[in-house]
Nanobody, 115 residues
Framework: QVQLVESGGGLVQAGGSLRLSCVVS????????MGWYRRAPGKERELVAI???????NYRNSVKGRFTISRDNAKNTVYLEMNNLKPEDTAVYYC?????????WGQGTQVTVSS
């Protein structure tokens, strides 16, 4: 079993910054993916950023240059540094952990960007 606990969401003005954290615990494996997804009201869930156990990163185009994903393997934690936030970044952000056994999700943390 795998558990994910997110933190760091909140309300911020446009142009501001937030840092999301997600601690992963349980049956982890050395080969995995950790990532962040988001779901805005009335929209489908979408991938924001992903990082592999080898350190490879991918971002959706709309956040490139503004968001940075990183991980601390010693702490089993994945981070999402979000800068220059825009109102369209408003969503519930979900942490994701994926290995050969399956997909695991956090409970979500709200990020609201006011204009």
């Amino acid at each position: 079993q795998v558990q994910l606990v997110e933190s760091g969401g909140g309300l911020v003005q446009a142009g501001g910054s937030l840092r999301l954290s997600c601690v992963v615990s349980g049956s982890l494996f050395s080969t995995d993916h950790m990532g962040w997804y988001r779901r805005a009201p009335g929209k489908e869930r979408e991938l924001v950023a992903i990082i592999t156990s080898g350190g490879s990163r991918n971002y959706r185009n709309s956040v490139k240059g503004r968001f940075t994903i990183s991980r601390d393997n010693a702490k089993n934690t994945v981070y999402l540094e979000m800068n220059n936030l825009k109102p369209e970044d408003t969503a519930v952000y979900y942490c994701n952990y994926r290995n050969f056994r399956g997909d695991y999700w956090g409970q979500g943390t709200q990020v609201t960007v006011s204009s």
